[in-house]
């Protein structure tokens, strides 16, 4: 299905944390079309029609509702942050190509900040398609302040390890290094895993590099500034290998934003 303009309206509108929030949309169409890891393009209610519209990952969506988790940053998050319930947005999506949603074996979701929102809509479905799935999510963050959604990956059943830089919540230190101990007992076990990741660059390569280094899949949703959100711009390039194997400009708003780990080509 391509992507399609819907008038959502605001039901619920709340903080999730220091300088997050939580926009819940009624949107019908939009909420049976997309999946995890495509993202939405937000014409933001209060900036002037001159404005271009801004890109969210999907938190949710589901039962005629599509769910974003973001955060205030700049003037169009300041903006989208003052509407209220009941207020209409108009949303263009679905965007992008998103995350696998059966995987072999232990799906492994590592995100940083409010990078988890695709992964716990990825969570979502991979438990509601298969109750034996079994998630583990890797969360990272700076201060346990940015530690997001925990409660509702709770409910999911998903088991969720935490790192902090300063160790205000779970191990101190990096997220890759609950990870690496994962991956150090799933391969000692052989059991098979695939890497899921939504976060900061250097977490997305970090990641990509685990994947292709154990020779297991992985797929990363890079975080580029999507300005169009369909591809017209070319903003939001990232240099992947082409089916041929030679590399090419891929944007990220068509052809991603979700790559598989050994298909990126990183600066170095």
Known sequence: MGAFLENTRIVRHADAGPGYRTLVLEAPRLSAALSPG???HVRVPGLEA???RRPFSVFFAGEGRVELLYKVVGRGTAA???AAEGDTVDVLGPLGHGFPETCRGTPLLVGGGYGVA??????????QSSPAAHPILFLGGRTRDDLLALDRFAALGVEVRLATNDGSAGSKGFVTDPLDDALIEHRSKGMPFELFTCGPDGLLKAVAQRAVGTGMPGWISMDRHMVC???ACFAC???VKGPD??????????NGPVFA????IWDS
Request: aromatic share 8%; proline share 5%.
């Open 38 to 40: 495509q993202f939405v």
């Open 50 to 52: 001159s404005a271009l």
């Open 80 to 82: 989208l942050a003052t």
């Open 118 to 127: 695709p992964l716990h809509f990825l969570a979502a479905r991979m438990v």
């Open 229 to 231: 959100g369909v591809g």
């Open 237 to 239: 390039i990232q240099r």
């Open 245 to 254: 194997g030679r590399p090419f400009n891929a944007r990220c708003c068509v």
């Open 261 to 264: 780990a050994n298909d990126i």
